[in-house]
């Protein structure tokens, strides 16, 4: 079946700084991919969908220059969380489509700003 | 916005039990997933639904895409530990471009052995 993968899978760091995210289709070519955040004990809420090649879209109310998303290749997206605070603290998952109507998901990364 | 409304949002059962759990649209959905989540993990897709009235198994997993296409149901038969999680529908309103999931707030099994 569909494997994506995250890396890293959790991170700590400190208050002003900036996090890389990655996420890869491993036995895939994902056209779109997405990137989701999810609070403890709460649903998937859509931060942004990014096209291989293509400006991400974001949902109302996420900061695209607090959330940069790149999505370089068709394996490949990165979100990187710019001048961390502990409010963006959080499990940020990824999601990635071959355009079919399915989204596989990946195991997500776990967030924590000091 | 569209709103997808799910329940139970929590059980408690028995293990060997049968399991039932549903969503509801707002809207007419084209695409019905069905996920589960384990604790620290990333959804995992069970079951995916394209048509009004489908009804897709997957070992002790049944699904179906009701006929008005503005809800879905999840069926899990003989309950055993490991079905522990939360389960999430999820659903899209128009097919093949890549249309935004909208997902439903979750439903939390636990299961007594």
């Known amino acids: 079946g569909a494997v994506v993968s995250q890396h890293p899978s959790w991170v700590i760091c400190k208050s002003g700084t900036s996090v890389k995210i990655e996420c890869r289709s491993l036995d895939f070519q994902a056209t779109t991919m997405f990137w989701y955040r999810q609070f403890p004990k709460q649903s998937l809420m859509l931060m942004a969908t990014?096209?291989?090649?293509?400006?991400?879209?974001?949902e109302q109310g996420v900061e695209k220059d607090k959330f940069l998303i790149n999505h370089a290749s068709l394996t490949l997206s990165t979100l990187t969380v710019t001048s961390a605070h502990p409010e963006d603290s959080s499990f940020y998952i990824c999601?990635?489509?071959?355009?079919?109507?399915?989204?596989?998901f990946g195991p997500g990364t776990r967030l924590t700003v000091l | 916005g569209q709103q997808l409304n799910q329940s139970p949002q929590s059980m408690f059962i028995q293990e060997g039990e049968d399991v039932s759990m549903n969503c509801t649209s707002s809207?007419?959905?084209?695409?019905w997933l069905w996920y589960k989540q384990d604790p620290g993990e990333g959804p995992v897709l069970l079951i995916a639904?394209?048509?009004?009235?489908e009804l897709t198994s997957n070992g002790r997993l049944t699904a179906q895409f009701g006929i008005t296409r503005k809800d879905s149901f999840l069926n899990i038969s003989a309950s055993i530990p490991s079905d522990v999680g939360i389960y999430f529908c999820?659903?899209?309103?128009?097919?093949?471009?890549?249309?935004?999931?909208?997902f439903g707030k979750g439903t939390k099994l636990s299961v007594k052995p």
């Open positions: 999601s990635a489509s071959n355009s079919g109507d399915e989204q596989f």
């Open positions: 990014s096209n291989e090649g293509s400006k991400a879209t974001y």
């Open positions: 999820a659903g899209r309103n128009y097919g093949g471009s890549q249309g935004n999931l909208i």
């Open positions: 639904l394209y048509k009004a009235g």
């Open positions: 809207s007419i959905f084209n695409t």
